[in-house]
């Protein structure tokens, strides 16, 4: 069974752009998160998915912002970036609606000039 | 607010030796995870453990919900051991939100 997958793994953006990242369960699990992690801040919660509604939204700026599709997968969207915004980007599934064990895919690592 | 906190920050090990790692929290949890981050940064799973006690080859831990408060322990260390431990609770709700600690750097020396 593949495990979390997540996409880009690097990417390098400037100062007020915008990006998209991805990320694809496992399969079967509806339930996606995703955290943010800084030297500074460590990690932190972003998003709770389950079954397409966000369930939860971490303390970041309205430039954060997510989705889930009718397959499970899911984008985090980052407006007007800044570069605080320097971090890898974790996204996780489970199986289960509520305290399930998580799964972690490997990471987006963004980089902003 | 709600938080889990993890000791020692850092720690330094010879390479047989064993150690043990704390993790407490403020609140009951529904779910708490440790986690082995990598070298590139994905965190591997070590153990779902909301309470009671399991073991995998050289790891073992141990939930004491009740008083709020998880044990990892890592029996006859390798260098492959090092890096950063992290332990993550669900806390209240119906939620899979975990709240992470700010982890253990741990490294082995041969």
């Known amino acids: 069974k593949a495990g979390v997958t997540q996409t880009p793994r690097y990417l390098i953006k400037t100062r007020g752009q915008q990006v998209t990242l991805s990320c694809s369960p496992i399969?079967?699990?509806?339930?996606v998160s995703w955290y943010q992690q800084t030297p500074g801040q460590g990690l932190q919660f972003l998003f709770e998915y389950f079954s397409e509604t966000q369930r939860n939204k971490g303390n970041f700026p309205g430039r954060f912002s997510g989705r889930q599709f009718s397959n499970s997968r899911s984008e985090m969207n980052v407006s007007t970036l800044e570069l605080g915004d320097s971090a890898l980007y974790l996204c996780a599934s489970s199986s289960r609606s509520l305290s399930g064990e998580l799964f972690f895919g490997e990471g987006s690592r963004l980089t902003v000039l | 607010g709600i938080q889990v906190e993890q000791s020692p920050p850092d720690l330094i090990l010879q390479e047989g030796a064993n150690s043990t790692l704390r993790c407490n929290f403020s609140?009951?949890?529904?779910?708490l995870q440790w986690f082995h981050q990598n070298p590139w940064g994905q965190l591997i799973n070590l153990f779902y453990i909301p309470s009671g006690t399991k073991q995998n080859g050289r790891l073992s831990a141990t939930t004491v919900a009740t008083e709020r408060y998880s044990l990892l322990y890592i029996s006859s260390s390798q260098t492959t051991d090092s890096g950063v431990y992290f332990c993550?609770?669900?806390?209240?709700?119906?939620?899979?939100?975990?709240?992470f600690g700010t982890g253990t750097l741990l490294a082995v020396q041969p």
């Open positions: 993550a609770a669900v806390i209240g709700g119906a939620t899979n939100k975990l709240i």
């Open positions: 399969s079967g699990h509806r339930s």
């Open positions: 609140d009951s949890v529904n779910n």
